[in-house]
T-cell receptor, first 110, second 113 residues
Framework: GQNIDQPTEMTATEGAIVQINCTYQTSGFNGLFWYQQHAGEAPTFLSYNVLDGLEEKGRFSSFLSRSKGYSYLLLKELQMKDSASYLCAVRDRSGYALNFGKGTSLLVTP | EAQVTQNPRYLITVTGKKLTVTCSQNMNHEYMSWYRQDPGLGLRQIYYSMNVEVTDKGDVPEGYKVSRKEKRNFPLILESPSPNQTSLYFC????????????FGPGTRLTVT
């Protein structure tokens, strides 16, 4: 099985940087995904890590350490529209099924 | 436009009345999946399909059925809905290969009274 933990809520200020952590314990690992989900909408893909290290994509970066079972999503130059839920998901060894954490609700304040 | 569509988007029904939520994708994806999302519980997988005529249970399959007769469609069937199946449902699809992300449909908000 998979156990994926992330903070329930975070608050940050517009223009600042925020780091959302995700830890996982899995019986198999085949990549880690971050999704963004605005209230009532579908999740949308942000990033994918399968090897250790940092992946950068504009204002968003994601880091993975497989030995520590740890990932983080870094959001820079926060904007009000970044207020959303951020979902960490681990792909199992089959290469298909995604197991999601419960999500981190981020509130960006002026 | 590449997309996953779900119908209906909103549904209020009564206990025991069979219903089907349709899901269709136009990206020729092999893999399709159904999730439910509940407050405090996150996204949980109900069923998934790796290709036509190949389906398997996810984490919370009780009370649901699926079929995959065509590659593009993956309907979710609730034979006898109960109030604990009130939830937000998402269908998703992806192509083969571990690195590819899942594309999600817009969601179906189901209320069972």
């Amino acid at each position: 099985g998979q156990n994926i933990d992330q903070p329930t809520e975070m608050t940050a200020t517009e223009g600042a940087i925020v780091q959302i952590n995700c830890t996982y314990q899995t019986s198999g690992f085949n990549g880690l995904f971050w999704y963004q989900q605005h209230a009532g909408e579908a999740p949308t893909f942000l990033s994918y890590n399968v090897l250790d290290g940092l992946e950068e994509k504009g204002r968003f970066s994601s880091f993975l350490s497989r030995s520590k079972g740890y990932s983080y999503l870094l959001l820079k130059e926060l904007q009000m529209k970044d207020s959303a839920s951020y979902l960490c998901a681990v792909r199992d060894r089959s290469g298909y099924a995604l197991n999601f954490g419960k999500g981190t609700s981020l509130l960006v304040t002026p | 436009e590449a997309q996953v569509t779900q119908n209906p988007r909103y549904l209020i029904t009564v206990t025991g009345k069979k219903l089907t939520v349709t899901c269709s994708q136009n990206m020729n994806h092999e893999y399709m999946s159904w999730y439910r999302q509940d407050p405090g519980l996150g996204l949980r997988q109900i069923y998934y399909s790796m290709n036509v005529e190949v389906t398997d249970k996810g984490d919370v399959p009780e009370g649901y059925k699926v079929s995959r007769k065509e590659k593009r469609n993956f309907p979710l069937i609730l034979e006898s809905p109960s109030p604990n199946q009130t939830s937000l449902y998402f269908c998703a699809s992806k192509t083969s290969g571990a690195s590819y992300e899942q594309y999600f449909g817009p969601g179906t908000r189901l209320t069972v009274t």
